[in-house]
């Protein structure tokens, strides 16, 4: 795992590239290459639970994630959150 802190509430996961970082008290925003995207989260004592979605797509453009980010998305945000020292939990939700 290859974590490094860019801000108090922001880090960069090395390996694929992106970031994720506090955008307010429920929502955490995922960025890569320009392109954000704005994931809920429920914050407890020393967990946080992720709303994913079924089929990520960036906010800004629609587009689906890349395959390479899209299919380890739970394992970036998890190597993330332990370095923050959460214990991460995820909700997948489906479109519509």
């Known amino acids: 795992m290859t974590v490094r802190s860019l801000l108090s509430q922001k880090a960069l996961h090395v390996e694929s590239g992106v970031t994720l970082s506090s955008a307010g008290r429920e929502d955490m925003a995922l960025e890569l ?3 954000v995207l704005m994931i809920a989260v429920d914050r407890g004592q020393h967990r946080m639970r992720f ?3 079924a089929a990520p797509r960036w906010d ?3 587009e689906a994630l890349p395959p390479e ?9 998890t ?9 991460p939990e995820f909700e997948v939700v489906e479109p519509g």
């Open 33 to 35: 290459g320009g392109h």
């Open 51 to 53: 709303t994913l979605p």
């Open 60 to 62: 800004d453009t629609g």
């Open 69 to 77: 980010v899209a299919g380890e998305l739970r394992a970036i945000i």
């Open 79 to 87: 190597e993330i959150a332990v370095f923050w020292e959460q214990q």
